[in-house]
């Protein structure tokens, strides 16, 4: 720390204040704050582009009647190797708003916590937070700045959601490589995942679904991703390891307890069995089971079965 | 009246000292309290905008007397440094006790090289786990750091508000037996006039809060409170 004896003398670019650091200018940006101060903190260079960087993922959001539902799997890959079997692809960015990420999951990770602690210092240093564009803005700002290192493959492509306090209802932003950033009217899904599970979401969205209705959709868009994605994970039975759900509403965000993604893949998991086996029982057994899962409920699948010429022995499961 | 062609040193710190002390004295009180579930800081604040307590950190709150472009700065600087530090490191290596510090080495430089030092006092209240573990850091215009424990007053009449605390604080006080102690000092340092919601700033570091422990009143709160 220089203690200038002349207040005239000191550094225009700094704050003048010694011990504190500089800044550039009167926003309250934390990322701006970053660079002028501490760049080795964000995104490192590097040369050589062959590395195995852990990826593949479904992450998803889609819109519900009192808000946004935000998900992703829990697997994080190395080439054909499973680098990681919990990794968390959800974030609560600040109360009203949650961000998930697809792509190489160390700088996703990073760029998660920066843009945590850019939302919050803006807040602190205003006295308000800012609006649910602005944040997606400084998130596309974020993306921008990591376009060298997405250039040599580690690219962060993230989907941010959350709760519009002035417009009264979820809203669903995705951006490209660039940092361009598209708001999706209903729902979105991102990763080598994404455009099966955007599929299945196409098939059962509608205006006004219900929270609960909504998590089932998004586990059952996870579940068809990871059936035919080898980069997104399914639910771990064996270990107990389901996807992270959370539910952004007035209220904020809030994640969904593991339990209650069980139960909700449960039901998904019920439905497929169901599904491949009514085309071997009779009639009158399947009736029982489709009643007995909950007929309100659509599935483009069921449409299709067979409902007559069942053959063999009414199995129950 | 020609200029002196010598000071000497202690005619000019004297003489800022007593500066900085007058512009503070003009302004109005503030008072921190530790309580059962955390520490409350109650200041009397006319306007419903311009805070005199903010949040710095998780854990920590700042609280200023004096001219508010002044500590307004300090604030902000605090924030900054605040939220580098704990994303550089993690969020529990930000401490009151280091950020009390580079405030007062601040303040102690400007009060010295600067041709008026600023006229401010500030109070940087963290919250522990237990009561034990609170700490409140009280930084002078010239840079002396003070550790306080159970209250801290500053601004305005703060001997007649702190005299008042002294024979009526106990520890482990409700929320509201404490803001009625507060609330009582505060008049009685203003010749025992009536304090209503609009000239309160009420804020709390609330030990059972969450991450982000910092809780402001807003009017209905005060209201409640009163």
């Known amino acids: 720390m220089t203690i200038s004896r002349d207040a005239t003398s000191r550094n225009s670019a700094g704050s003048g204040l010694p011990g504190f650091p500089d800044h550039v200018d009167a926003t309250a940006s934390f990322f701006e704050l970053l660079r002028t101060n501490r760049p080795e903190l964000l995104s490192v260079s590097i040369t050589s582009s062959d590395l195995e960087v852990p990826e593949g993922t479904t992450v998803l959001a889609l819109r519900f009647d009192s808000g946004v539902i935000i998900a992703g799997d829990r697997r994080a890959t190395e080439g054909s190797f ?31 916590r920066l843009f945590q602690t850019e939302l919050e210092h803006y807040e602190k240093v205003q006295g308000s937070r800012l609006s649910l564009e602005g944040k997606a803005n400084r998130l596309a700002t974020l993306i921008r700045n990591n376009f060298n290192l997405a250039l040599q493959g580690l690219v962060v492509v993230p989907i941010f959601a959350g709760f519009d306090h002035r417009k009264g209802c979820g809203r669903i932003f995705k951006y490209d490589l660039t940092g361009g950033r598209y708001e999706e009217s209903d729902y979105h899904a991102e990763g080598s995942g994404g455009r099966i599970a955007r599929s299945y979401i196409k098939q059962h969205f509608h205006d006004g679904l219900g929270e609960v209705q909504a998590i089932r959709v998004a586990t059952g868009a996870l579940y068809e991703a990871a059936d035919e994605d080898a ?29 209650v993604v069980a139960e909700r893949f449960a039901e998904v998991l019920g439905a497929e069995r169901e599904s491949k086996q009514v085309a ?34 009414g199995e129950t499961k | 009246m020609t200029l002196p062609f010598y000071v000497s040193p202690e005619q000019i710190t004297k003489d800022k000292a007593d500066f900085a002390r007058k512009g ?79 405030y007062a080495q601040q303040l102690g430089t400007i009060f010295t090289t600067e041709l008026k030092p600023f006229e401010v006092e500030l109070l940087l209240c963290e919250v522990g786990d237990t009561a ?72 709390l570091l609330d030990r059972n809060g969450g991450r982000r422990k910092f809780r402001r009143f807003d009017a209905q709160d005060i209201e409640e409170l009163l």
């Open chain 1, 82 to 112: 499973i680098a990681h079997r919990s990794i968390e692809k959800v974030y609560l960015a600040d109360s009203y708003s949650g961000v998930a990420i697809a792509g190489a999951a160390g700088p996703a990770l990073e760029m998660v």
């Open chain 1, 280 to 313: 071997f029982s009779s009639p009158k057994a399947a009736g029982k089971r489709r009643g007995a899962t909950g007929g309100g409920r659509s599935r483009g699948r069921k449409g299709d079965q067979k409902q007559a010429g069942d053959t063999g022995s």
């Open chain 1, 231 to 259: 980069g997104t994970g399914g639910p771990d039975l064996a270990r107990g390891i389901y996807p992270t759900v959370a539910a952004i509403d007035s209220e904020g965000f809030r994640a969904i307890p593991e339990h």
């Open chain 2, 132 to 203: 034990d573990d609170n700490e409140m850091y009280h930084i002078y215009y010239d840079g002396t750091l003070e550790d306080e424990a159970g209250f801290a007053v500053m601004g305005g009449q703060a001997e007649l508000v702190e005299a008042h605390l002294e024979g009526q604080y106990e520890v482990n006080l409700h929320m509201d037996k404490a803001f009625k102690l507060a609330l009582r000092a505060l008049e009685v340092a203003d010749s025992d006039r009536e304090l209503t919601a609009d000239s309160l700033e009420v804020a």
């Open chain 2, 24 to 102: 503070i004295a003009r302004g109005r009180s503030l008072v921190a309290v530790e309580f059962r579930d955390g520490i409350l800081i109650v200041a009397e604040n006319p306007s419903g905008s311009l805070y005199k307590i903010s949040e710095l950190y998780d854990r920590i709150a700042f609280a200023a007397v004096g001219r508010y472009n002044e500590f307004e700065t300090l604030r902000v600087a605090g924030v900054r440094l605040a939220d580098m530090t704990g994303f550089a490191n993690s969020r529990e290596d930000v401490s009151a006790r280091a950020l009390a510090n580079v």
